[in-house]
């Protein structure tokens, strides 16, 4: 069985439905997650008092310093005197 993301909305679904008394089996089926992922959703909400924070996914983007912004610009700029030169040659 595939997993979906995990997201707030399942979050409060998870632990409103924990506080009524429903399984932890019913609820991860329902919200296609696995158990386990409703335990520690429910676990949080017992020692924290509070819905388990979502975390961005992916990598963290860099902002880049001025001297590199400029490197990248040259490289560029290179790339494509490159490229348009090899086609006038190409058309002659």
Known sequence: MGYGRLTEK???????HKRRG???REIAFEMRVSVSTVKRVWSYWLTHGG??????RG?????LSEKEKEIISEAK??????VTHRSKNRAL
Do not use: G, H, T
């Open 10 to 16: 399942k979050v409060r679904y998870i632990v409103r």
């Open 51 to 56: 819905y388990l924070p979502i975390r961005k």
């Open 77 to 82: 700029m290179k790339s494509l005197m490159s």
């Open 59 to 63: 990598r963290k983007v860099k902002e």
């Open 22 to 24: 429903k399984s932890n």
